[in-house]
Nanobody, 123 residues
């Protein structure tokens, strides 16, 4: 069983930056595809970004392309989400998720989840 712990959330003004981290334990990190999802108030949880086992081809939802960057450090068992040019509509609880092997963009495909970290962007 993998355990995921997010950190790095907080409050920032429009145009600011935050970097989220997700530390994994209890599983071979190099066998986990990693992703970030988010849930805004009153909305469904949605896919944000994903990265495969070796950190190759990453994927993003359209609204964050060019602003967010997902990366991973397999030596540190950690995945990151660098968020730049933040907008009020990015306000949400951000969740780290993991699944064995193949990276996917659907919430139901992910077996392991963190507890979430709040990101608030003020206008």
């Amino acid at each position: 069983q993998a355990q995921l712990v997010e950190s790095g959330g907080g409050w920032v003004q429009t145009g600011g930056s935050l970097r989220l981290s997700c530390a994994a334990s209890g599983y071979s990190f190099s066998r986990l595809a990693m992703a970030w999802f988010r849930r805004a108030p009153g909305k469904e949880r949605e896919f944000v970004a994903a990265i495969p086992l070796s950190g190759g081809k990453t994927s993003y939802r359209e609204s964050v392309k060019g602003r967010f960057t997902i990366s991973r450090d397999n030596a540190e068992n950690t995945v990151y989400l660098q968020m730049n040019s933040l907008k009020p509509e990015d306000t949400a609880v951000y969740y780290c998720a993991a699944r064995e092997w193949a990276v996917l963009q659907t919430e139901e495909a992910y077996k392991y989840w963190g507890q979430g970290t709040q990101v608030t962007v003020s206008s």
